[in-house]
């Protein structure tokens, strides 16, 4: 149990703040996270980790030449923002481009993504290797959806040292993904973590048992077995872990035990020889391993064993010097101290906003308070919908993000800003206030949706066609979802085709918001036949049944009163050419 704290809320940041008082000659804070506080070479391709706190050494304590660049820190055992990542990214990037690695978990993949979309949008080249080390969480022919856990060392690592080496991005990317396809990890768990303020562990393992193939995040495991000897242990993760070999895997393996919170050293260590041995008998050689506490669980009284197949180049990256706070290997030059503090202060640009920018961005803030008020008019009945087959957080989760995004936008607005600058800091606001899987959607949905609109001179009916196209391209691309899946997209898309198809027939900007409504509120009504394939809803898919997906029908919700704004408020005169017909454009 966690003993030391002031409030349990600010736990996480102030142990970050502590972390980076206690190794300023590593890392310095930015807002997100940490970057290196040392000189990163011009041209030198980013690595971006990261993830919920409560890991250590994992994230920021692998930030340092050799390893990664910066990481992104998120909350006790919550996924960073997209707000969050996206600001480490940028003050991380040295001009070669972004690569984002981490855990395969449903809030990263969603905030990571959202933040891709926008570097990428702003000309920052990012990518993304997801780590899927863990055998318990999916058989081997579904390893894209496998969790990430202490693998994710082998692949920070490899993606470090290449990016070290001068290598440029394809090749930082291809050898991370190569470390990943050559990592297997399984974990097991005696007793189960407490998060910092709460009475109890997040679960119990009983006594004499062990629990098999748990997560990082307080997650229990998939079974349960009778406590074993260490030499059982060894045998049972050893076994497991050879019976999923990768492809073309050859004889030289890093081996790595790694304790996840209480399990001691002495302990960790007398299972590594009992490991170390079977697999030399298995005709293995164990290169360069590991035994300590590399990714951790706060206080979890458990342990992994990770397995990382070599070939030739992926030996020597996992060779390579690294000089981190908590990570060390070899020897490196002393680097250079910069001023990340100030680089990130004065990282946001400058715009002077036109004049018929300012005005659509004071429209586009009214157009947020429409739709706070329909959320908030809906928000129970949005909660209860989404409670029969989720956990009945959507309508508190819209509610959080949009008043965040409205006061964001109110504020970007009365200082006059671009439409686009509007746009981008409410949905980095809902991002960031929502979490989840909607505030990830829908924040990434209004930032690219500023983006089209950007801070032109003037506008045209097909700025807000391009708008609404990047609003539902973002959701889809970052969510994956199609239709038929029961989600927010099958009312989006019938949205979309109905809103172009009227715009580009030349129907003025208010009748095509009204009729696209109407189509997306009935496609919504109609996703009560539809089994979910995406989402928590997808377990409890017969409970679902007859009943339509909340995300469907707070879009509905939104899109018919924007509507109606536009049909009865007043003269949006910044809007006369936009509200134009298409044959304007």
Avoid at 62 to 75: E, K
Avoid at 136 to 156: C, H, N, W, Y
Wanted: net charge negative; glycine share 12%.
């Amino acid at each position: 149990m966690t003993q030391i704290f002031d409030n349990p809320a600010d736990f996480a940041d102030q142990a970050l703040d502590g972390f980076v008082a206690a190794n300023r000659g590593y890392v310095a804070r930015v807002n997100g996270g940490v970057v290196r506080s040392t000189e990163v070479p011009a041209g030198q391709v980013a690595l971006v980790v990261g993830g919920g706190s409560g890991h250590y050494p994992a994230f920021a304590g692998l930030v340092g030449p050799g390893l990664a660049t910066a990481s992104a820190c998120g909350n006790m055992f919550a996924s960073p923002a997209a707000g969050q990542v996206y600001r480490v990214a940028k003050a991380a990037n040295a001009g070669g481009g972004v690569l984002l690695s981490y855990g395969n978990y449903a809030g990263d993949v969603l905030h990571f993504g959202q933040a891709q979309l926008r570097l990428n949008a702003e000309g920052i080249e990012t990518r993304t290797v997801l780590v899927t080390d863990d055998i318990a969480s999916a058989p081997q022919d579904q390893m894209e959806k496998r969790r990430g856990i202490a693998g994710d060392l082998t692949v920070f690592k490899v993606a470090g040292a290449a990016a070290e080496a001068g290598l440029n991005l394809d090749e930082v990317e291809r050898l991370a993904k190569k470390a990943n396809d050559r990592t297997r990890s399984l974990g097991v768990a005696f007793d189960g973590c407490t998060l910092p303020g709460a009475g109890e562990p997040l679960f119990h393992v009983p006594v004499g048992q062990m629990s098999l193939g748990l997560g990082i995040h307080g997650e229990p495991g998939i079974s349960e077995h009778p406590m074993p000897t260490a030499s059982e242990l060894a045998q049972l993760l050893v076994s497991r872990l050879l019976e999923d070999i990768p492809e073309k895997s050859g004889t030289r393996v890093v081996a790595i035990v790694n304790g996840l919170g209480t399990v001691k050293y002495d302990e960790l260590f007398l299972l590594f020889g009992k490991i170390e041995k079977l697999l030399t008998d298995a005709g293995l050689t164990v290169v360069e391993p590991e035994c300590g506490e590399l990714v951790t669980s706060l206080d979890m009284s458990g342990l992994s064993l990770t397995l990382f197949w070599l070939d030739e180049e992926l030996e020597q990256l996992w060779a390579a010097p690294a000089d981190t706070p908590a990570y060390r290997k070899g020897n490196l030059a002393p680097r250079a101290l910069r001023n990340a503090l100030k680089e990130d202060e004065t990282a946001a640009e400058t715009e002077t906003p036109t004049a018929a920018s300012a005005d659509l961005g004071r429209t586009a803030a009214a157009v947020l308070a429409q739709m706070r008020d329909v959320v908030v008019e809906h928000e129970a009945e949005l909660g209860n919908l989404d409670a029969i087959a989720g956990d009945g957080d959507h309508g508190i989760g819209m509610r959080r993000g949009v008043d965040a995004a409205v006061d964001a936008a109110n504020q970007a607005a009365a200082g006059g800003a671009s439409a686009g600058r509007v746009l981008e800091s409410a949905g980095e606001a809902w991002s960031e206030r929502a979490g989840g899987t909607s505030g990830a959607l829908w924040g990434s949905a209004v930032i690219a949706a500023g983006l089209a609109l950007g801070n032109r001179e003037s506008y045209r009916g097909s700025d807000a066609a391009a708008a609404v196209t990047a609003f539902v391209d973002a959701i889809t691309e970052l969510g994956k979802a199609e239709p038929g899946d029961k989600t927010m997209v099958d009312a989006l898309l019938p949205f979309r085709d109905a809103f172009l198809n009227e715009h580009d027939g030349g129907t003025p900007l208010a009748d095509s918001l009204t009729i696209a409504a109407e189509v997306a509120k009935a496609a919504a009504a109609q996703t009560a036949g539809l089994r979910p394939l995406k989402g928590r809803a997808r377990p409890l898919a017969a409970k679902s049944l007859g009943h339509p997906d909340p995300g469907a029908v707070s879009f509905g919700l939104i899109a018919e009163r924007v509507a109606v704004y536009f049909q009865s408020g007043p003269d949006h005169s910044e809007l006369a050419s936009v509200a134009g017909n298409g044959a304007a454009s």
